[in-house]
Structure formats: structure tokens, C-alpha cells
């Protein structure tokens, strides 16, 4: 995937529907390991230009839920990915893209114990983006510039958004510590 150039596409309504499958099958394959599943990332804010991959952050009780729920999950065509340095704590799992094995996946399912600073951090960023829609749309404007400054490079690009993120974070922060 760090060799393809980065895909972005205009929102598709059939996301969310995506998501919303994709959401029902862990649940009910993963026996009660998982507790509960969240739509994160672009593909989740309604408008938006996006990597087509719908990324999902499943959470488990405890690290002992983890093993159980990445085997239950791998079942579904799901295989273990290297995560993001970012996401600390997490076990990343992907289901490839059947027609171009290279590219992006279709799915990505973030593995976090409940409560985990990166859990807390991804619905956190997607509920703000969600209440803002001026603040969505400056993500997305960013993300397009990122896009074009990095020529679809992924690691230029990731780290172009990184930035926009970091800044976004102490925003928000601010914005808290005001309340």
C-alpha cells in the first residue's frame, strides 16, 4: 500500500451503510468479545471527500479480549496489518481490496481496549468534525492541498495530515480547558 499512490474519492452515501454491515458482522461474530464498534475516519463525516476505506475502531473489554476478537475478526477476511505509528495500543486488521490487492483496503478495523487514549482520540476528532461542518470542510480542503503538495506519496501525505491533526487536537484542547 506504501507504494500506490493515495486514492481520495468524493463522499458515497453507501458508506455508511458500509460501516453499518461491516459493524453488524463483528458484532455478532465476535461471540461478545467486542462491545462495541465505531465508524472513525473521513469516510464517517457525511460530505466528504475520502480514502475509499471504511476504518472502524472495535472495542474490547480488556487485553485479554484482544486475541479472541482479532481471530473472530480475521474469520470474517480481515488479516493483520502494521498500525500506524500514531495508534499505540492497537492491533490493526484489513480486508484487501479483491480486484487490486495493492491498494487500499476496503475495511480497517482499529482492535482498542475500551477506554484507550487512541479510542478516545479518533471518536473525539470524528464527533468534533460532525458538530463543525466549517471545520470538516477546512479537514477536507487541507486534505486535498496534502494530497496534491504530496503527489498521492503516502508517507507525505500522512505526514501533511499529521500536522493538520496535531493542530486541530490543541483546538480542541483549548476549546475544553475554556468550558
Not at 460501516?19 to 475516519?41: K, P
Not at 466528504?48 to 479480549?65: G, H, M, S
Amino acid at each position: 500500500m506504501l507504494d500506490e499512490p493515495v486514492r481520495l474519492m468524493h463522499y458515497d452515501p453507501r458508506w455508511r451503510q458500509e460501516f453499518q454491515q461491516t459493524r453488524s458482522s463483528i458484532l455478532a461474530s465476535c461471540e461478545g468479545w467486542v462491545n462495541s464498534v465505531e465508524h472513525i475516519g473521513s469516510t464517517a463525516i457525511s460530505g466528504l471527500i475520502a480514502r475509499p476505506t471504511i476504518d472502524v475502531i472495535a472495542l474490547v473489554p480488556n487485553d485479554e479480549a484482544i486475541q479472541p476478537a482479532r481471530q473472530l475478526i480475521e474469520g470474517l477476511n480481515f488479516r493483520i496489518e502494521p498500525t500506524a505509528s500514531w495508534a499505540t495500543d492497537v492491533m490493526t486488521l484489513e480486508k484487501p481490496r479483491a480486484a487490486s490487492p495493492g491498494m487500499d483496503p476496503t475495511h480497517r478495523v482499529m482492535l482498542v481496549v475500551q477506554g484507550a487514549p487512541v479510542a478516545i482520540r479518533t471518536v473525539r476528532f470524528r464527533d468534533y468534525l460532525r458538530s463543525r461542518p466549517e471545520v470538516a470542510i477546512r479537514w477536507e480542503e487541507f486534505k486535498v492541498a496534502a494530497w496534491r503538495d504530496s503527489d498521492g506519496d503516502f508517507l507525505r501525505y500522512e505526514s501533511e495530515k499529521s500536522v493538520f491533526i496535531a493542530h486541530l487536537e490543541d483546538q480542541m484542547d483549548a476549546a475544553s480547558d475554556c468550558k
